[in-house]
């Protein structure tokens, strides 16, 4: 992204070395980040688990999913493995021997029981402090929290030790590219910010959409369900790209306040309109893409009566002076029709009057689509002529498509997160205050439903999900971007 600068010698402390998130993403990201000419040759990397093992075994174990590029080669070099319990403090000592004085970052690619003990034992052992211009940063994965207390609580026992700048709470939704040109497309394009307001917006959509099924995640998912693993972080991020007001520079803190300005201005659920406006459904047995799966409750370590919601969909109103009387429909699932995620803004008609005397009898509204995954790029409808004698009006698309115009190499979506923290750059990670306001959203929802209100509707897997998600947006005479367009 025309960045040359290379990071800080640093060392990478992650706790969970052994798991998915570190072999699948951390560390490939890493030696991505090397071939870019983006990393400090002098990095090294310090893998922390409960398992036996030594350097050589952890290195292989990274072997599998890393590039195989001579500077994977030079930085598995530079990768060393600490066993050791996270919770006792004889693995900080042993750390705190290894690292030394030098600049290093504690990403916690743990499960979130550890997040709290980890920052304690750190800054108990004195890891954390930061001394002459030197940085001790702390990175911290989803989720933050289970609601609304626990992720105050969470913030207060980890702001009790270290500055929120030293902390970076990840929402890899952040690293996707579409999501970072969001900011760009908005406030680079003069035309886009004039019509960018309720005078011409209708309504937005924001759809995070998978085919997959709970597969092997059943243990975590029953716990969590799509509201809380998807709604509160990387939905309300999405929210607050697409509608916040623009900064007035691209400076971390003034992009984050912004973006926390607008979860704060989202309108409060009132107990019926939790009932009303939020719905929930779990995926019976069937097939997505001529694949069999099994019904949620069949699930390996799931509840086999669970209530758990696969997808969630939901209506908000922002209370800004931009975004007065324009709804925003959520909306995220699993084992839905196609992996799709996406934010479209739909435009007003235009007055039909000038085309009362032709054979128009239909003028659809333009709609911008952000198209987010699995295909990155903007389209915009745009009404055209059909060639012929007679006026005809017929939507077209204009199209951007990211991997056209642009070489995109193969990327994990977490090499700007990483780069931009070595770099010590917060702009793309949550503040305290944004994962609240993002969890006070969401928490007359949950609430309704702990209170067992609302009806969990069953679905049909590689369908767009439960009919009360339809009637939802039908009621205010509006449907659903069709999935996987
Ligand atoms: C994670 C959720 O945060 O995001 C998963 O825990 C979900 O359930 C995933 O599948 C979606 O991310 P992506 O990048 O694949 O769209």
Redesign the pocket.
């Known amino acids: 992204n025309g960045v040359t600068v290379p990071g800080r010698p640093a060392t990478i402390v992650i706790f969970g070395a052994t798991g998915d998130l570190t072999r699948r993403l951390l560390v490939p990201a890493l030696a991505n980040l090397c071939f870019d000419g983006l990393l400090s040759e002098e990095l090294n990397v310090i893998g922390i688990a409960l398992r036996d093992g030594d350097d050589e075994s952890l290195r292989v174990s990274l072997d599998e999913f890393a590039p195989q590029t001579q500077c994977w080669q030079r930085l598995r070099q530079r990768t060393s493995y600490l066993p050791g319990d996270f919770t006792l403090g004889t693995v900080y000592e042993r750390l705190k021997q290894r690292l030394g004085e030098g600049d290093a970052a504690f990403y916690l690619a743990t499960p979130p029981q550890f997040f709290g003990v980890i920052v304690d034992r750190l800054a108990d052992a004195g890891l954390t402090e930061e001394h002459d211009g030197g940085f001790r940063r702390v990175v911290i994965e989803?989720p933050f929290g289970h609601d609304l207390e626990s992720a105050r609580a969470l913030n207060q026992r980890i702001l009790s030790r270290v500055n929120e700048s030293q902390v970076y709470r990840i929402d890899?939704?952040l690293g996707?590219e579409t999501v970072q040109n969001i900011l760009v497309a908005r406030f680079g394009n003069a035309w886009l910010e004039a019509v960018w307001n309720h005078r011409y917006v209708d309504h937005i959509q924001i759809s995070?959409a998978?085919a997959?099924g709970i597969g092997t995640?059943g243990a975590f998912?029953d716990t969590?369900g799509a509201l809380r693993?998807?709604v509160p972080?990387?939905l309300m991020q999405l929210l607050s790209m697409i509608a916040m007001e623009p900064p007035n520079s691209f400076d971390a803190e003034v992009i984050r306040d912004e973006k926390a300005k607008l979860l704060r201005a989202v309108r409060r659920i009132t107990p019926d309109e939790a009932r009303s406006d939020a719905v929930r459904g779990m995926y019976a047995a069937g097939q997505v893409n001529g694949q069999m799966i099994p019904a949620y409750r069949e699930t390996p370590h799931v509840d086999p009566n669970t209530a758990t919601e696969t997808y969630v969909a939901l209506k908000l109103m922002v209370d800004t002076w931009r975004w007065t009387g324009v709804p925003f429909y959520l909306r995220t699932g699993?084992a839905l029709a196609a992996r799709d995620?996406e934010i479209v803004v739909t435009f007003n008609p235009v007055p039909y009057a000038t085309f009362r005397e032709t054979p128009v009898a239909h003028l659809p509204a333009n709609q911008l689509v952000f198209q987010i995954?699995p295909h990155e790029g903007i389209d915009l409808g745009f009404l055209v002529k059909r060639p012929g004698p007679q006026v005809e009006a017929v939507p077209v698309a204009l199209d951007f498509a990211y991997a056209e115009k642009f070489a995109v190499a193969h990327r994990t979506?977490y090499e700007t997160l990483l780069y931009d923290m070595i770099m010590g750059d917060q702009t793309l990670f949550q503040r305290a205050d944004q994962i609240e306001a993002g969890w006070a959203v969401v928490q007359p929802i949950l609430d309704a439903w702990a209170r067992g209100e609302g009806v969990l509707e069953e679905y049909t897997p590689g369908t767009s999900g439960p009919r009360a998600a339809d009637a939802l947006i039908a009621r205010d005479g509006r449907q659903w971007h069709a999935l996987g367009r």
Do not use: L, P, S, V
């Open positions: 989803k890899h939704f996707k995070a998978e997959i995640r998912y969590t693993d998807m972080n990387h699993k995620t995954q979506g």
